[in-house]
T-cell receptor, first 113, second 113 residues
Framework: DAGITQSPRHKVTETGTPVTLRCHQT?????MYWYRQDPGHGLRLIHY???????DKGEVSDGYSVSRSKTEDFLLTLESATSSQTSVYFC????????????FGPGTRLTVT | GQQLNQSPQSMFIQEGEDVSMNCTSS?????WLWYKQDPGEGPVLLIA?????ELTSNGRLTAQFGITRKDSFLNISASIPSDVGIYFC?????????????FGKGTKLSVKP
């Protein structure tokens, strides 16, 4: 357990509004990830970070941006939310560079109306 | 991109029965992980495998890293109602980017009490 919290846990927003989701970890893990989970698609990687200010795109990065100014925080921003971004978003952290055991947060359920 | 084929997609079993599920890939992996997700929560790591042929247990759960390095198996013995949930496999390709994982779409397990 990497002590991962996500906020908010639930959010309803309107199309076109900006939204920021926060992931906070207390274990000083180097790597952090944002996934979205949708029925029929499983978990898909949006963006990831391999250190402070070091980020890269995942499989479904269009429409999303991220920032990591501190080791413990990884922010996911939807600049202009669309209905297709309605999903459950999970943050994960990776314990070490040699092992690949990712630990997940509790998720944020986002609804874009 | 690379996808994992996880089967079965869902299964109903009687309490006390053994359960088997598997995951296959088209490329060679150096890591296999198995997660369980309960409704409304994030995936929880069950077992991690790092060597071909490796067999690892966690209570009533046993997972194996296939000798071809293209598959993995999870068995649950003497299932109980709390085993209900979605089980995900995840793997890392040899030469894969950073600590990124590829996820299967899950096996939904339902137990008849």
């Amino acid at each position: 357990d990497a002590g991962i919290t996500q906020s908010p846990r639930h959010k309803v927003t309107e199309t076109g509004t900006p939204v920021t989701l926060r992931c906070h970890q207390t274990e000083n893990h180097r790597y952090m990830y944002w996934y979205r989970q949708d029925p029929g698609h499983g978990l898909r990687l949006i963006h990831y970070s391999y250190g402070v200010k070091d980020t890269d795109k995942g499989e479904v990065s269009d429409g999303y941006s991220v920032s990591r100014s501190k080791t413990e925080d990884f922010l996911l921003t939807l600049e202009s939310a669309t209905s297709s971004q309605t999903s459950v978003y999970f943050c994960a952290t990776l314990e070490t560079q040699e092992g690949y055991e990712q630990y997940f947060g509790p998720g944020t359920r986002l609804t874009v109306t | 991109g690379q996808q994992l084929n996880q089967s079965p997609q869902s299964m109903f079993i009687q309490e006390g029965e053994d359960v088997s599920m598997n995951c296959t890939s088209s490329s060679i992996f150096n890591t296999w992980l198995w997660y369980k997700q309960d409704p409304g929560e994030g995936p929880v790591l069950l077992i991690a495998l790092y060597k071909a042929g490796e067999l690892t247990s966690n209570g009533r759960l046993t997972a194996q890293f296939g000798i071809t390095r293209k598959d993995s198996f999870l068995n649950i013995s003497a299932s109980i109602p709390s085993d209900v949930g979605i089980y995900f496999c995840a793997g890392r390709e040899i030469g894969g980017s950073q600590g990124n994982l590829i996820f299967g779409k899950g096996t939904k397990l339902s137990v008849k009490p």
